[in-house]
């Protein structure tokens, strides 16, 4: 009985919607004047220091124009994943997010996303504005599904003062990995009873990892037919380098500064623990407001001149709901945000750099800076870990065998054999399933 009155109360009320939309054209009804409300999310919480800037930009696009209105959500960056990872699904997701643009792949490829590429091409957006890393990280099939907003590689930060202190030239950073450790062993200060004091260089403090160092050195993960090279020799070589570095003055020791810097939150260089690092380049900003005198270079490489970065960027992509209308106002905000005013804008307010590489090598302000000078350089020497769709997880399978590298648990040649192994398997297993 339940069941055959609510089935007449939904055909009363499909009838009252199929006569509200007689004679409608639009895909949903809406009054005259009446703006398309488009949801975002974003990693811009309230007190976070990019927020400001992120505000202003999406207050300037709602004024620009009176057809779109952006409604937008801050979530913090540690929780905003898991919250997108349970919305996705639902379909109670946002209209437009502020994501990963490396994973963006694999949004593609579970069709959750939409296809941006015949946007591009009838509005003529110039995709060559943004670097060119960001195309080989960002495209499916050859085909665009979110447009690249901000990121970059590494830079090594290095403090001047402890330079002078320790009789080495603060305008003469380390250029090679070789230099990196000389300068470590002056720059490091032990205690009488043999404590660290100050760490001249760490390799996994600061915003950096194994991979990192692995593609600096010119190595790769994978091949171009997606085949694994973990335990290539030049990656055993990498990693024997990245464990000698890690417990050159005791493992224990490096743990106790990286617990304080965590109990603080401030990081090991700012706190003065450490007087070299390898960060991040929007690291810039909390260098800027610093009371450190400070100097930045490129992240050193084997040979002088020769380097790469491990790099990484956020992008804007429009989730498909299936409306069509919110489609087309969501693919507006996304140009406004990518276009070169709106990425001067992000990237000199906030010191996070943008990946739009006209924007940010046409910029005044930039080009009088010397620290800019050499953000641009490491924007330039930036390369991605591309997803890999036959292991989408091989990097959980390679970081334990990492660490039982670091612990002195396995070789570094153990480790990257059965880290090798192991990702083989799942790729053999996810052949299966497809």
Known sequence: MLNKRMTSLFLAGAMVLSTAMAGCNAAEVKAEGEKTTITY????????AFKPVHDELIKRFNESQDEIYVEDLGISFFDFLSKMDTAIPAGTGPDVAFMDLTDSLRRAEAGVIVNLTPYIERDGVDMNQFYSWTHDAGTYNGDWYGLPYSGGGR????????FEEAGLDPEQPPKTLAELEEYADKLTKLTDDGEIEVLGFHPSLGNVSFRDYVLNRGDVFFDEAHTPLINSPENVETLEWYVNMTNKYGAKQVQSLKAASSTTGIDPFLAGFVAMEVNVVDFYKKLSESDINYGVAPMPGINEGEYATQGGSFDLEIFDHGDQDKIEAAWEFLKFMTGEESQQYWAVENKWPSTNQKAMESSEEIKSD???????????ATKVTKYESTAPNWWNLLAPELE?????QKTPQQALDDAQSAIETAIENNEALN
Do not use: R, S
Request: aromatic share 16%.
């Open 370 to 380: 010397p620290v800019w000078q050499v953000i641009l350089e490491t924007m330039e």
């Open 404 to 408: 039982a590298a670091q612990l002195e």
């Open 41 to 48: 999310w974003h990693i811009f919480p309230e007190g976070d």
């Open 155 to 162: 830079f090594l930060v290095y403090n001047k003062d402890m």
